[in-house]
Structures are given as C-alpha cells and as structure tokens.
C-alpha cells in the first residue's frame, strides 16, 4: 500500500529502518505495523465491519443447502468475526486521524481546503545527547559492532517518530477526555459460543448472572499482563460474577504445557490448590521473565506446587503422565471448537469480550451492570 494513503498515525513509524526493528519489538516502542497495531488488542476479530450482520443472514449455499451466520461451526463464526472486527479497530486510527486533522485545523485557525497532516503537526527535535543516552541504554539490543556515528541518522529518525507517537495520542486523548470526539461507527457483535464447562476450575456464585470465561497461557505475555486485572474483576463483581479458567496451551510439548499440566496435577489435588498454583505461576513467570531467570520449567512447576502446599510426590508422578499430557490436548481442542486460537480470550455468557485499548476492566464495565 502506499504510504501516502496511510494515516499519519501509521505513517510516521514506517520509517525505521530494519536496523532497529530489534529495538523496536523489545522496548515496547511503536512497531513497524505503526500506532494502528498498538492501539488493537491482542486477540479481537468481527461478524461484520458495521455490526449489522445478522445471525440468520444468508452466507452460502451448497447444492441445495443455505446457510445462515448462525449455522456455520462456532471456529468458523469466530474466524470471520476476528477478520472483520480486526478491520474495524484498524479503520478506527483512520477516523481518529481525520477527527485530530480537523480539530487541529480549527484550533490553529486554518481556513480553506483541510490541511494534511503533515502541515499539522509540530517538528519534534532531538538532541545529540538524546540520542547518545539511547545508544548507551540499548547498546547490548543493538546488531554486533554497531557504533553511534553510523546508527546516528537512524536513531534520530526513531526517536523523533517515538515524540510524534506521544504527541498523538496525547492530542487524541485531549478531544476525548474533552467531550470533542466521539467515535459513532459501531463495532461487530460476537457470536455466541456453547462449550462444556464440565470438569473446568470455576470461581463464584454457582447461580451468578453472568459468566466470566477465560482462555490464557502461563508463558504469554499479555496473559501475565492481563492476570492483574483479572484479580481485580474477581474483586469487584465476586456476588454477580462466576470465573472459569481453561488454560490454553500454545505449545503443548514445551515449557508452556509443562505449567498447564502443572495447574491440572494441581486441581487433581484440589480446587483450591489449582487456584494457589495459577495465581502463583501467573505472578512468579511475569517476575521471572523481567529478571530473565532461566530455569527448566519442569524444575520450576515442582518449586511452586511445593510453594503452594501441594503433595510433592504426586505432582510430580502427574507431571510427566499421560493423563496430564491428555487432559491439556481435550482443553485445546475444547477451545479450538470455538475459535479461540490466541491468548488471552475472554468470554462473558458466552460471548467474545473484545478489549480495546482500555483493557479488560474497562470492557467488562461496559457489559456488567
């Protein structure tokens, strides 16, 4: 696509070379994708770009057969509803940008045709100390035997799109906050799912009004992440709420079916003792990857099941049996069934929670009255 057609919002982060594309994905800056890929969760998708679709909607015929929306197999509905939804967040930045343009505009006083944004925007310096601090800090990130004088152009490029990243969603969180803009295009709706709970730790009032499912992997990032604010809905709607946790993993013959089986030879134990160990491995794997402790996972699942109080002896006799290692499998091909193929998902009564920029608590406040 040309370059020319993208938002600015986009646009000013395409620019970095691919000698820092390193520096980029491992210090949390705005990727190569741009500011559109920062602002969409993780995992979101769509039914329909305008959430107009409806379940009964007439999507194909085969020999004699129609089907609706709703017939489709629930990992098919939910495939088409990340791929619609997914342009849905993405046309966002595109209307964020348009709005900013014109307030921009307005606030500079700028009459005729409406300027690009280019002419909008502030000219963002940095210093030659800036830029040397930078070198300094990620000096060990950086490709082998790169020196300052040649990195120099490309690390002032980097920094000056990093201000004009801040400078944007600063602006673009004034009109918000401000009552200026407000977003009218309306997202998709999920479909809903039915899966069998049985069998699944569960956390809550048996008869709550509403149902809280979450699909999540120890070693993911944004699933240790997300835990925080997990805990924290677990708190604030413990009388109407009921949690099901089914961990998901993504690479069930590595490390992270190691903790998965670890949380199943927990809850063979206990209840109890699975919620210990998930909320445990969740906080202590977060810790652990900050401080880039390496240990076997293996090793690692032992010293938190003994941590936890559980029996020592036959968690690990669990750890390495095959029922542990078909009891991970049965939960991935439960939540395959579905659509769920990443992690974190969330499902409220059964429905796709899509979180946006704000985070799980912000997009349950929305749905939990």
């Given at each position: 696509?040309?370059?020319?057609?993208?938002?600015?919002?986009?646009?000013?982060?395409?620019?970095?070379?691919?000698?820092?594309?390193?520096?980029?994905?491992?210090?949390?800056?705005?990727?190569?994708?741009?500011?559109?890929?920062?602002?969409?969760?993780?995992?979101?998708?769509?039914?329909?770009?305008?959430?107009?679709?409806?379940?009964?909607?007439?999507?194909?015929?085969?020999?004699?057969?129609?089907?609706?929306?709703?017939?489709?197999?629930?990992?098919?509905?939910?495939?088409l509803f990340d791929l619609k939804n997914?342009?849905?967040?993405?046309?966002?930045?595109?209307?964020?940008?348009?709005?900013?343009?014109?307030?921009?505009?307005?606030?500079?006083?700028?009459?005729?045709?409406?300027?690009?944004?280019?002419?909008?925007?502030?000219?963002?310096?940095?210093?030659?100390?800036?830029?040397?601090?930078?070198?300094?800090?990620?000096?060990?990130?950086?490709?082998?035997?790169?020196k300052l004088e040649t990195m120099k152009?490309?690390?002032?490029?980097?920094?000056?799109?990093?201000?004009?990243?801040?400078?944007?969603?600063?602006?673009?969180?004034?009109?918000?906050?401000?009552?200026?803009?407000?977003?009218?295009?309306?997202?998709?709706?999920?479909?809903?799912?039915?899966?069998?709970?049985?069998?699944?730790?569960?956390?809550?009032?048996?008869?709550?009004?509403?149902?809280?499912?979450?699909?999540?992997?120890?070693?993911?990032?944004?699933?240790?992440?997300?835990?925080?604010?997990?805990?924290?809905?677990?708190?604030?709607?413990?009388?109407?709420?009921?949690?099901?946790?089914?961990?998901?993993?993504?690479?069930?013959?590595?490390?992270?079916?190691?903790?998965?089986?670890?949380?199943?030879?927990?809850?063979?134990?206990?209840?109890?003792?699975?919620?210990?160990?998930?909320?445990?491995?969740?906080?202590?794997?977060?810790?652990?990857?900050?401080?880039?402790?390496?240990?076997?996972?293996?090793?690692?699942?032992?010293?938190?099941?003994?941590?936890?109080?559980?029996?020592?002896?036959?968690?690990?006799?669990?750890?390495?049996?095959?029922?542990?290692?078909?009891?991970?499998?049965?939960?991935?091909?439960?939540?395959?069934?579905?659509?769920?193929?990443?992690?974190?998902?969330?499902?409220?009564?059964?429905?796709?929670?899509?979180?946006?920029?704000?985070?799980?608590?912000?997009?349950?406040?929305?749905?939990?009255?």
């Amino acid at each position: 696509m040309d370059n020319k057609k993208l938002p600015i919002a986009v646009t000013i982060t395409l620019v970095i070379g691919l000698a820092l594309g390193w520096t980029i994905g491992k210090s949390g800056s705005p990727s190569k994708g741009g500011l559109a890929n920062l602002k969409s969760p993780e995992k979101i998708g769509s039914c329909s770009a305008d959430g107009s679709n409806s379940l009964e909607e007439k999507v194909l015929k085969i020999d004699d057969r129609v089907y609706t929306f709703q017939e489709l197999p629930d990992n098919l509905k939910h495939t088409l509803f990340d791929l619609k939804n997914d342009g849905h967040q993405k046309s966002l930045r595109y209307y964020e940008e348009f709005a900013l343009r014109v307030a921009l505009a307005k606030d500079l006083s700028k009459t005729g045709p409406l300027p690009p944004m280019k002419d909008l925007m502030p000219e963002m310096q940095v210093s030659d100390q800036e830029i040397k601090d930078f070198f300094e800090k990620n000096k060990n990130r950086m490709p082998p035997n790169s020196k300052l004088e040649t990195m120099k152009a490309n690390l002032s490029r980097y920094l000056k799109n990093q201000k004009l990243f801040s400078w944007f969603e600063k602006e673009l969180k004034g009109l918000k906050e401000s009552g200026r803009l407000k977003i009218l295009a309306k997202g998709p709706s999920s479909p809903k799912i039915s899966m069998d709970l049985k069998g699944l730790p569960t956390v809550g009032p048996k008869d709550a009004t509403f149902t809280l499912i979450e699909a999540s992997d120890y070693l993911c990032p944004h699933c240790q992440k997300v835990h925080k604010e997990v805990k924290n809905v677990l708190k604030k709607y413990k009388d109407k709420l009921k949690f099901v946790q089914v961990n998901y993993a993504l690479r069930p013959n590595q490390d992270s079916g190691t903790y998965i089986r670890g949380a199943h030879c927990a809850q063979k134990q206990s209840e109890g003792l699975f919620w210990k160990y998930h909320h445990l491995t969740f906080e202590r794997l977060a810790l652990q990857e900050s401080k880039d402790v390496k240990e076997s996972a293996f090793n690692t699942a032992l010293k938190l099941a003994k941590e936890v109080g559980a029996d020592e002896s036959k968690f690990k006799t669990c750890l390495t049996s095959e029922d542990s290692k078909a009891a991970i499998l049965a939960n991935n091909d439960r939540l395959s069934k579905v659509g769920v193929h990443s992690t974190p998902t969330f499902f409220l009564n059964n429905k796709r929670v899509v979180i946006g920029p704000e985070g799980l608590e912000k997009a349950l406040e929305k749905l939990i009255q």
